[in-house]
């Protein structure tokens, strides 16, 4: 029986309990400083001077760094692949996604408050922060851009970025709107969010001679290592980037940020390892954030429901510092059949540090949006929600017009209304009650892009019959070593105990970054093409051994299961696969592969689909919502892990829940700054805030995305979440909420 699609335990589980992960400012380097950055307190300006001399005199301080006296830099503090802002050359698309432009103290223009201007190291983190809070820095203030509603007089049309135009457009809308017998046009809006991960960004910089380690808490530890050879000028090959665990990311820690070169800097002045560690409230400005949008949404359709236009336009948030763009219209351009389609992206651009991605990057805030218009257009029809989108099933790709490599959709719905009972809903709003509390059920549909990217590993067969596996990619806490053992175990025919798995090192071989869901669908073919290719070389030394049971068979005739290579006509007729690898001098068996992409994406689309129901208890005097139940169904290819997939899928729709009641990054906004930037205030969803969640995944068989049939499914959990319990709301209450979160207030 094979390993793959079994609910196996996480490997890692025991290390994370007892203490004995190490996470990126837990390794123990000798000689370790602290650094503590220093962030503005204005939002747009310069600096005209800074106290260091009295800061230097304190307890235990080695460095001050400021523009004064950081060491110039041949970049500029530009990242690699950053567009740098207008000024800046366009990013290298090999390379994405790009990392924004960096902050390294190289002038004394600050563009937003909570820029770094300042770093100090000392011999104690208290020192340093103690240090950092009482370094006085004084600004010449400018008019600052802080008002989205003007930074929208001045919109911006963004660079394309690959599989992504800022406009996108089919068939004639102008003539279709015309023949439509029922038309919208609606406005929605998501606020700033930030991430929030438990772990901090953290950053561990050690020189030695000419040569730099960064124990870095990222996403994308080659990324890091080429934006400090860009950096500083030097051969990648002389910088290491070590991240194996890492306590949450959600998109966050896949870009390069400021502080990871401003600790290799101070380390280099200091001549001492230095580790910055974020403090909670230095995560709300430096390290990228959700960025606001505002979506127009027009739709047309026919008396029965079929849509004929459809309209998405959409103005985010960016900064003066650099570009981000929140694509909210991917997830239109694909969902549904409609003969007609115009989107377009626009930038409003505030000083506020650079936005990022932030899980599902614009299909989250994208679906909330698309999916709560359908729900109104369903209404404004008459027609049952489900049927809505069933009549606009796209049966391929409407926006490229070639196959979906696979489609459970249907199947989703299904399922997802039979588990749910969505029979028993019925439709008008207010009309059903749990005595005085207004209940409410609303759906929508989840969509995500089904990505990969090409990808290294290498596999080691030991003398003892062990498997080690190595890939420079990274464990997010998703469940990345458990899935890629179980990857190369039955790839090799041996039990999950007898693979090791190593992740996280640039001394392995490159990965892509840890974002867009891609990680098993790119990693693990290279797991599996290389594990494979170690075991033919196994198949091969047994069959030239004349001490082999298996001597003289050909290599087609011999199969691995259990630990032994065995004659598929005769069972019986077997060799342990550590004898094998004894006999040849205990030399390990070793390979490497490089699983790149084909041209399948040319020929065939690929996206994850699911459908999600929820429903809601709203109090009628007070406003608050409760959310007893979600019920949802996905088709994400074939499944590797049970277990780790249905903690995805349910993390995400739990992150789904905060987004629709209750995460906002609240803005100052004459000043620029986060005032709830710590998590007593920046609600979240706890234990209490969650009721049922019933996930089924739907069997699922692609055959064109990779050899393993899988698809990523860390972001998709969350799509669609919002939508549903605002359209439950409005089946409630009556209300239609368009902006989010949806909190008491807006109901009462």
Not at 38 to 43: I, Y
Not at 89 to 104: E, I, R, T, Y
Not at 593 to 602: L, M, T, W
Request: aromatic share 6%; glycine share 10%; hydrophobic share 40%.
């Amino acid at each position: 029986m094979s390993v793959i699609g079994q609910g196996i335990d996480r490997l890692d589980g025991p290390l994370k309990v007892t203490g004995r992960a190490t996470y990126s400012a837990e390794h123990q380097i000798p000689r370790l400083a602290h650094g503590m950055m220093v962030l503005s307190t204005v939002p747009k300006g310069r600096i005209v001077a800074i106290d260091v001399a009295s800061v230097k005199r304190m307890p235990g301080v080695m460095l001050v760094m400021t523009h004064q006296n950081a060491p110039r830099l041949q970049s500029q503090g530009k990242s690699e692949g950053s567009s740098g802002g207008k000024e800046q050359s366009k990013p290298d698309q090999k390379k994405q996604p790009p990392n924004p432009a960096l902050s390294l103290l190289q002038d004394d223009r600050v563009l937003y408050n909570a820029q770094p201007v300042a770093v100090i190291v000392a011999d104690t983190f208290e020192h340093a922060r103690d240090a950092a809070r009482r370094l006085n820095v004084r600004y010449a203030a400018e008019p600052a851009q802080l008002d989205f509603r003007k930074a929208k007089m001045k919109l911006r049309r963004p660079e394309a970025q690959p599989d992504r135009p800022p406009d996108t457009g089919r068939g004639n809308v102008a003539r279709s709107m015309e023949r439509a017998a029922q038309k919208l046009d609606l406005v929605y809006t998501t606020p700033m969010e930030n991430h929030n991960p438990l772990e901090p960004h953290a950053t561990i910089a050690d020189w030695e001679g000419d040569r730099l380690t960064l124990y870095d808490a990222t996403q994308n530890i080659s990324g890091v290592r080429r934006t400090a050879a860009q950096t500083f000028g030097m051969d990648p090959e002389k910088i290491r980037v070590v991240c194996p665990f890492v306590g949450g990311g959600f998109g966050c820690k896949g870009s390069t940020w400021s502080h990871v070169m401003l600790a290799a800097m101070a380390s280099r002045m200091a001549g001492v390892p230095v580790k910055i560690v974020l403090e909670r409230t230095q995560m709300y400005g430096p390290v990228g954030a959700r960025p606001l949008t505002e979506q127009r949404l027009r739709l047309g359709a026919t008396n029965e429901g079929k849509l004929l236009a459809v309209t998405h336009h959409t103005v985010s948030s960016t900064s003066f510092v650099d570009d981000f763009v929140e694509p909210c219209t991917a997830v239109t351009r694909k969902a549904y059949a409609s003969e007609s389609l115009q989107t377009s992206q626009r930038l409003a651009t505030l000083n506020v540090g650079v936005p990022t991605y932030m899980r599902a990057p614009g299909e989250s805030s994208g679906s909330f949006a698309l999916e709560s218009a359908m729900d109104e257009l369903a209404y404004a029809l008459k027609v049952d929600p489900v049927q809505l989108r069933l009549l606009n099933y796209a049966e391929k790709d409407p926006e490229k017009d070639i196959p979906w490599s696979s489609k459970s959709l249907r199947e989703c719905y299904r399922i997802g209304a039979e588990r749910f009972g969505w029979a028993r809903r019925t439709p008008e709003p207010g009309s059903m009650r749990a005595g005085r509390t207004q209940v409410g059920w609303g759906m929508a549909t989840a969509s995500y892009p089904a990505n990969r990217k090409g990808s290294k590993a290498s596999a080691r067969i030991d003398a003892d019959g062990s498997l080690l596996v190595r890939s420079g990619t990274h464990d997010l806490g998703t469940g990345t070593y458990t899935v890629m053992a179980q990857v190369a175990a039955d790839a090799l025919g041996v039990d999950v105990s007898r693979v090791r798995v190593e992740l996280g090192d640039t001394r392995f071989p490159e990965a892509p970054v840890s974002g867009g869901s891609q990680t098993v669908a790119s990693v693990g073919p290279a797991v599996h093409q290389a594990v494979r290719a170690a075991r033919d070389k196994l198949i091969a030394t047994a069959l030239g051994d004349t001490a082999s049971s298996l001597h003289g068979l050909n290599a087609n005739e011999v199969d691995t299961a259990g630990g032994w290579l065995f004659a598929r006509a005769d069972p019986a007729r077997r060799d342990a696969i550590a004898a094998v690898v004894s006999r040849n001098g205990g030399q390990p068996v070793t390979a490497e592969a490089n699983a790149d992409q084909g041209d399948e994406k040319k020929r065939y689309a690929m996206q994850a689909f699911g459908a999600v129901f929820a429903e809601v208890h709203v109090d009628p005097d007070l406003g608050t919502i409760r959310v007893p139940r979600i019920v949802a169904a996905y088709g994400v290819g074939r499944v590797v892990n049970r277990k780790t997939t249905h903690s995805q899928l349910m993390g995400g729709i739990v992150w789904g829940l905060g987004m629709g009641l209750m995460e906002k990054t609240e803005m100052d906004w004459r000043v620029g700054r986060a005032v709830n930037a710590n998590l007593a205030d920046y609600h979240l969803p706890v234990n209490a805030d969650i009721g049922s969640i019933d996930i089924t995944m739907v069997d699922e068989h692609d055959a064109y995305i990779n050899e393993l049939g899988t698809k990523g499914v860390g972001e998709i959990g969350i799509t669609g979440v919002a939508a549903a319990i605002a359209n439950a709301v409005y089946h409630a209450t009556g209300k239609r909420i368009r902006d989010l979160p949806i909190t008491p207030d807006k109901l009462i």
